[in-house]
Structures are given as C-alpha cells and as structure tokens.
T-cell receptor, first 115, second 116 residues
C-alpha cells in the first residue's frame, strides 16, 4: 500500500496566493521528500526534511514535519503560474546501498495556479 | 546532479508485443530504480536494479513480465513483455544521489507507453 497520502488531490488557486499541500504516512521514516512533476514528465526533487527536523525552508518553499502525527506539509508562497504541476511526497525507508532501500511515493496533489 | 536519458520517450504498441526501455546515466551509479506511473496515479516501484546482481522486484511485479538488465554502472533496460492495455503507463528510471548528507532520486523524463 502507498506509504504517503496527500491531500487535497487537486488544488486551484490564483497567482500570488499561497498553496498548502499535506502528506500523511504510516511507518517510521528516515526522511520525507517532496517532488514536483510537470505534465507527465520525470519528477524533480524539491526539498528534503529529516525525521529529526520540524521545519525546513528553501526559497518560496516551506516544509514541516510532525513525526508524532506522521504528517508533513508543503507550503508554496506567492505562487506563480509556473508552479502549476503535480506535487508528491515520498518517504525513505531502509538505507541507501542496503537491499531494502526505497522511496515510496504518495498519490500526489495537482496544483493549478491561475494567472 | 546526474543526467538520465530514457528512450523511447513515447510509443504506441500493439497488444501482445514487448517493448524495451533504455536508461542511460552520465555517471556511474550503484542503484537504479524502475517505477511505473499509471494514468493519473502516483509512482509505484517495479524493481531495484543493481549492477552485477539480479533485480529485486516489488510485490506484484515479476521478472517474466518485466525483465531488467543492468550490464554496467551507467545503463539499464526494462522490458514490458506481452503487453496489454493495462500496461499503458509512464515508466521512469531513477538513480540515488547523495545531496547534503541525504539521498534523493533523480529521474529520467519517462517513457510513455500506450498499448492498443
């Protein structure tokens, strides 16, 4: 079963507004990552937050992590039309180089930013 | 970061045929991952491909249907065998990269297959 579940499934906002997407997961994680996908293309890594961190910033992105609730949120401030994309959270389990390492993706949020 | 080239970028295939997708990385990497993304859905891991060993398949995916080759540290192929319309998906290869002490995935642009 999917490790991450995002909500909302779809979000439509106006340029300049903030967009918030949420992600919940089920098991213990090493870290949680957010990726962006433009129109059925490959995914691009946006930001990573470790299990011992609570908040992380990168430009217009802010990520929070609440391990007690097994949830994370991605905030995009001052959104632009170019931010229109699908956003996925992904949880890392196992250790890179180990046979059990993998990244499990949530269902994603389709964000539409209207000009 | 690594640059991944996938081909074909898209194809339309007939039911019952097989198609091989190629993934070329511009640097040597240990682990490569193949994901499937069905229309409107999230990514599902098919298998992990390490050079010099058999691929490790996730539950629901078998080698006969999705044979994988990993002949060296920069290249891998995924074959989708005996295709049916249910195999219509985007197939993505990815590699693990270290970034500021953590591991993230870098993806190819994907191969969009439509099976008629």
């Amino acid at each position: 079963s999917q490790q991450g579940e995002e909500d909302p499934q779809a979000l439509s906002i106006q340029e300049g507004e903030n967009a918030t997407m949420n992600c919940s997961y089920k098991t213990s994680i090493n870290n949680l990552q957010w990726y962006r996908q433009n129109s059925g293309r490959g995914l691009v890594h946006l930001i990573l937050i470790r299990s011992n961190e609570r908040e992380k910033h990168s430009g217009r992105l802010r990520v929070t992590l609440d391990t007690s609730k097994k949830s994370s949120s991605l905030l995009i401030t001052a959104s632009r039309a170019a931010d229109t994309a699908s956003y996925f959270c992904a949880t890392e389990v196992g250790h890179s180089g180990g046979s059990n390492y993998k990244l499990t993706f949530g269902k994603g949020t389709l964000l539409t930013v209207n000009p | 970061s690594a640059v991944i080239s996938q081909k074909p970028s898209r194809d339309i295939c007939q039911r019952g045929t097989s198609l091989t997708i190629q993934c070329q990385v511009d640097s040597q990497v240990t682990m490569m991952f193949w994901y499937r993304q069905q229309p409107g859905q999230s990514l599902t891991l098919i298998a992990t491909a390490n050079q010099g060993s058999e691929a490790t398949y996730e539950s629901g995916f078998v080698i006969d249907k999705f044979p994988i080759s990993r002949p060296n540290l920069t290249f891998s192929t995924l074959t989708v065998s005996n295709m049916s319309p249910e195999d219509s998906s985007i197939y993505l290869c990815s590699v693990v990269e270290g970034r500021r002490g953590a591991n993230v995935l870098t993806f190819g642009a994907g191969s969009r297959l439509t099976v008629l």
